[in-house]
């Protein structure tokens, strides 16, 4: 069975041996909407739930609009445009526009980046400006939660009179799905607030996973900080597998994404009769396996479909490493997995330990194994799996030992695909 995997910027074709029984799962997603830019104009002057742009805008002097950073593949350059507009149209000066670089706790964009992201145009007549968690100076204090999380956003965002979010909706392997309140929280929170939504007491709870939203704990605590931060409007888009838009919604912040979250996750679902014994999977290819760290999701995706004991094959580039340097080195030196998670639990938060403890969360029901060529070799022996030097490798030991006609399923574009066992589903 031939299959092109979304690897890196080329991606990777592969040959499966036979004998085994395949279940391609490849990302679902609605038609390309036949005229987007009318779609997105339409939904900026009727929005759901909320006033058109222009009048939110009206009598309004400065306005803060927080987009995604480069590990995304939000459309800004085709979104920003009409929002921008509308803005000018209310009286909203460029000079009081900012354009606010929703890292979190991710590096910050480069200057070119900056022009991927929001293009040449934009960065060179408007302010446009990244995150920096880590300096607490630069955020607000809000307060805190109704369960106690401190809630520091980026100040530039909070004092701004009108404040905006700009993001694209797709499964998230905590919250459920993105876009939104994550734009605010954990995107311009400080790592004081980012570290406490990360801790074991939203990440190990069941209901924080992808595809989980109405009852998941961290979607609740984000959409009351984002409350809290004063978040006006968003614009969410849904794209297409070859990253078209397919669905636009825009508004109050709760009601447009929920609309955008059930449009998501009705075109997406897809369901499997009975659990598989082994999955190869990605993380979709760039920019999302730019370093291990975001490659992770494309395990903890397919974990849903995988019987207790199977195996998963993870193929991704991670072209820049591991990731952050408080990642890359949490993974260089982590124990076991099982005491790795017994170690920070009750312990002091660490940033991102959250991307280690869903992997090791995955350990306890499969074995794990890797080609990921980005990632220096001295980093293999603590993936709590295997590593392969070639994909050929990796394969030949996904598939050893497995009975004729083992059920594999093979997912090329890792976490863009929603896929749940039916037993699960009904459980």
């Not at 995604?68 to 507009?85: A, F, G, S, V, Y």
């Not at 994404?257 to 990605?282: I, P, Y």
């Not at 392969?388 to 574009?413: C, F, H, K, M, W």
Request: net charge negative; with cysteine; proline share 7%.
């Amino acid at each position: 069975m031939q299959v092109d995997f979304a690897f890196g910027k080329t991606g990777l074709s592969l040959d499966l041996p036979e004998g085994f029984d395949y279940q391609l799962l490849e990302a679902r997603s609605a038609a390309p909407l036949p005229d987007w830019s009318a779609a997105l104009e339409a939904a900026l002057d009727a929005p759901i739930g909320a006033l058109p742009l222009s009048e939110l805008a009206r009598g309004k002097k400065t306005a803060a609009i927080s987009v995604c950073d480069i590990t995304r593949p939000t459309p800004n350059k085709l979104t920003l445009p009409p929002i921008l507009k509308r803005l000018h149209a209310a009286g909203i000066a460029a000079e009081d526009i900012t354009i606010l670089i929703a890292t979190g706790l991710h590096r910050p964009a480069t200057d070119a980046e900056i022009r991927e992201i929001v293009g040449e145009e934009i960065a060179a007549r408007y302010r446009v400006a990244n995150h920096h968690a880590r300096e607490l100076h630069e955020h607000t204090h809000l307060g805190t939660t109704s369960t106690g999380t401190p809630a520091y956003v980026d100040s530039r965002f909070v004092s701004a009179d009108i404040r905006l979010t700009l993001g694209f909706i797709e499964p998230h392997l905590m919250l459920g799905y993105s876009g939104g309140r994550k734009l605010v929280a954990p995107g311009l929170a400080a790592q004081e607030t980012i570290k406490v939504l990360h801790s074991p007491r939203f990440m190990r709870d069941p209901r924080t996973h992808e595809g989980s939203i109405e009852d998941n704990p961290l979607h609740r605590e984000l959409l009351e900080i984002a409350r809290m931060a004063g978040q006006n409007f968003m614009l969410d888009v849904a794209l297409t597998r070859d990253r078209q838009i397919a669905g636009v919604f825009a508004g109050d912040p709760v009601e447009a994404h929920k609309a955008g979250v059930q449009f998501v996750s009705r075109v997406m679902l897809e369901q499997l009769s009975t659990s598989v014994d082994a999955v190869v999977t990605t993380a979709a290819g760039y920019p999302l396996d730019l370093t291990f760290y975001q490659a992770v999701k494309g395990v903890t995706a397919a974990q849903h479909i995988l019987k207790p004991g199977g195996r998963i094959l993870l193929i991704a580039a991670c072209e820049e490493g591991p990731g952050a340097p408080e990642f890359r080195d949490m993974l260089k030196t982590a124990p076991a997995a099982g005491d790795f998670l017994r170690h920070i639990e009750g312990a002091e938060v660490i940033v991102d330990q959250w991307q280690l403890e869903k992997l090791a969360m995955v350990t306890r029901k499969a074995d794990l194994l890797y080609y990921v060529p980005g990632l220096p070799a001295d980093f293999y022996p603590s993936l709590w799996g295997h590593a392969y030097n070639s994909i050929n490798d990796a394969v030949q030991a996904l598939t050893e030992g497995l009975p004729a006609n083992a059920r594999i399923a093979v997912i090329p574009e890792g976490p863009y695909v929603l896929a749940k066992a039916l037993a699960a589903v009904n459980a």
